[in-house]
């Protein structure tokens, strides 16, 4: 009776502490991943005023120009002080945004759910989240909570696609259906 009481009490302290320590990290997973739901509906919507508001641009430059002298060391080219920050803000786009969340996964939603985002998503600490890419666990997008916010503050370059890819896309659509019906 005495050792069925201690496993009871053991047991429920067990439960309590397991509780407690998943709370810590299913706060930063839940409110991180409603973030990124939010942050990904955003860019989808297209809405540029609220996008910038979401990003903290000094730091997403910054990782684009680290990753940018990366390439030119591995294949060995000078780029001298690198990439122009006009440039590097050129890339910070919705588009780009757009064609980097959309390699987490082969079938991706343009605007998932926070529970679709879960799975994917990575907390380094208490204030550092990231989008993975399931099949390399690579960060795609990396948030970081300051004052309260989550924020954009990494992204994996991911080229735009190429030139006939874009030519294609932009001869399909209702726009283009009709201006393709008008005589040339």
């Known amino acids: 009776m005495l050792s069925q009481r201690l496993y009871t009490r053991s047991a429920a302290s ?5 509780a407690l320590l998943s709370a810590c990290g299913g706060g930063v997973r839940t409110q991180g991943s409603a973030a990124i739901a939010r942050f990904l509906a955003t ?3 297209g809405d540029r005023k609220a996008f910038e508001a979401l990003i903290d641009r000094p730091a997403v430059r910054s990782d684009l120009t680290e990753q940018m002298a990366d390439v030119a060391k591995r294949h060995e080219v000078d780029v001298g002080e690198g990439p122009s920050e006009f440039a590097v803000d050129r890339m910070i786009t919705l588009q780009a945004v757009r064609l ?10 343009a605007t998932p759910t926070a529970i679709q985002i879960a799975p994917h998503m990575k907390a380094r600490d208490s204030r ?3 989008l993975e890419e399931a099949a390399t666990k690579r960060c795609l997008l990396s948030f970081a909570r300051k004052d309260g916010a989550w924020r954009l503050t990494g992204m994996m370059f991911t080229p735009p696609p190429a030139e006939t890819e874009t030519a294609a896309f932009r001869t399909t659509g209702p726009a283009t259906e009709a201006a ?5």
């Not at 067990?14 to 397991?18: G, S």
């Not at 959309?102 to 079938?107: D, G």
């Not at 393709?180 to 040339?184: G, T, V, Y």
Request: aromatic share 4%; with cysteine.
């Open 14 to 18: 067990l439960c309590a502490c397991a």
């Open 128 to 130: 550092h989240i990231c």
């Open 100 to 109: 980097t969340a959309a390699r987490v996964a082969p079938v991706w939603p």
């Open 180 to 184: 393709s019906s008008e005589p040339p």
């Open 43 to 45: 860019v989808h919507s």
